[in-house]
T-cell receptor, first 112, second 112 residues
Framework: EPEVTQTPSHQVTQMGQEVILRCVPI?????FYWYRQILGQKVEFLVS????????KSEIFDDQFSVERPDGSNFTLKIRSTKLEDSAMYFC??????????FGQGTRLTVV | QKEVEQNSGPLSVPEGAIASLNCTYS??????FFWYRQYSGKSPELIMS????GDKEDGRFTAQLNKASQYVSLLIRDSQPSDSATYLC????????????FGKGTLLTVNP
């Protein structure tokens, strides 16, 4: 069964460092998303990506964040200068207009 | 601000009982409704979707939607200890790039 895969599963980084979280969406999906979940809080939308561009972003998705689809399969989230409050689970999801969103297993980001 | 509200619980039921989980949403134009199950430290896993008023059954799960009352529920029959998890209600509106707005989730504990 097709699935969304994310790497790494856990990333520890020092405050101020750049991190790149990677995702391989389900191959025939057209919409890609990043969500995050701070420990004990709800899943929050960060950004959606369609047709090789950002289609919507939340207030959380400020200039420190960027997304890219560098090739036909990968979808990345970059955080330029990490802050302590960026520590969270980051989930990639994919879907299209006729399907539900399917989530990857997540990357736990710890900023120290 | 679109809101999805859930009772955070915990909801505790004995094994074999029916668990009833509730969700209300604020955006009247919301069109699609989903229940995800999330085990601690894991990603959301889709268990039910519902798009029109009424009931939708899938195995031990029944989703109910009442758009007039802006209310969605999930019934789990014959609850099992393995059903113990946080249940997330998610809502998707029209023209929103299919992004999901999540509630905080209800923690369900099924006692053997």
């Amino acid at each position: 069964e097709p699935e969304v895969t994310q790497t790494p599963s856990h990333q520890v980084t020092q405050m101020g460092q750049e991190v790149i979280l990677r995702c391989v969406p389900i191959s025939n999906h057209l919409y890609f998303y990043w969500y995050r979940q701070i420990l004990g809080q709800k899943v929050e939308f960060l950004v959606s990506f369609y047709n090789n561009e950002i289609s919507e972003k939340s207030e959380i998705f400020d200039d420190q964040f960027s997304v890219e689809r560098p090739d036909g399969s990968n979808f990345t989230l970059k955080i330029r200068s990490t802050k302590l409050e960026d520590s969270a689970m980051y989930f990639c999801a994919s879907g299209d207009s006729n399907t539900e969103a399917f989530f990857g297993q997540g990357t736990r980001l710890t900023v120290v | 601000q679109k809101e999805v509200e859930q009772n955070s619980g915990p909801l505790s039921v004995p094994e074999g009982a029916i668990a009833s989980l509730n969700c209300t949403y604020s955006d009247r134009v919301s069109q699609s409704f989903f229940w995800y199950r999330q085990y601690s430290g894991k990603s959301p896993e889709l268990i039910m979707s519902i798009y029109s008023n009424g009931d939708k059954e899938d195995g031990r799960f029944t989703a109910q939607l009442n758009k007039a009352s802006q209310y969605v529920s999930l019934l789990i029959r014959d609850s099992q200890p393995s059903d113990s998890a946080t249940y997330l209600c998610a809502v998707r509106g029209p023209g929103s790039n299919y992004k999901l707005t999540f509630g905080k989730g209800t923690l369900l504990t099924v006692n053997p």
